[in-house]
């Protein structure tokens, strides 16, 4: 009976790990968009990248402050690229960038940060790095992973459970 009941305990978390999971993982079939450097500044050459929810042979990126429409190529790993030319004259602000995938359009945000300064004719002293708190800051987390580790753990701790309590062969009464 206690084999059961660690089993249950361990497939119930699991279950409940998922159902936290999956909304956050599986939601909308909107792609994901990321552009480098982010924030762009006037003239850069911005590296476009969509990934997941686009499966045609090529999309579009297009915005008011790149220099002309993107075409986004994908390679084998099914993420689609493409360089943008911000136009030298925009002004630092929020743009929006439309992805075309066969019809089906995306809408993302692509911050321009302001005009680069001229570098100063001597190097300016610095007062040592400014350490942060490295990859514990993430800027997300992923819900599907920690929800599988999460149901292995207590998958383990359910079989050390029951291998613990279980009498060993000669102690049996």
């Known amino acids: 009976m206690r084999v059961i009941s660690a089993v249950a305990t361990a497939a119930l978390t699991t279950a409940t790990a998922f159902t936290v999971a999956v909304p956050s993982a599986t939601a ?25 929810g686009c499966e045609a042979e090529s999309a579009t990126a297009d915005s008011e402050v790149f220099e002309s429409q993107v075409t986004l190529s994908t390679g084998s790993a099914g993420i689609y690229t ?8 925009a ?3 929020s743009y929006d960038v439309e992805v ?10 692509l911050d321009v940060a302001g005009s680069v300064m001229p570098s100063p004719p001597h190097p300016m002293p610095t007062r040592g790095s400014h350490a ?6 993430g800027s ?12 292995l ?11 613990v309590r279980r009498p060993e062969e000669g102690q049996r009464r």
């Open 91 to 93: 002004q630092a602000g």
């Open 100 to 109: 075309d995938c066969e019809g089906g359009v995306s809408s993302y945000t």
């Open 153 to 163: 753990v207590a998958t383990v701790w359910g079989a050390v459970r029951v291998k």
């Open 28 to 52: 909308g079939d909107q792609p994901s968009f990321s552009a480098t450097p982010d924030p762009a500044k006037p003239g850069d050459d911005v590296v476009l990248s969509v990934s997941g």
């Open 140 to 151: 997300g987390s992923n819900w599907a992973t920690i929800g599988l580790g999460a149901g």
């Open 82 to 89: 493409g360089t943008a030319k911000i136009r030298p004259s």
């Open 132 to 137: 942060g708190i490295g990859g514990s800051s």
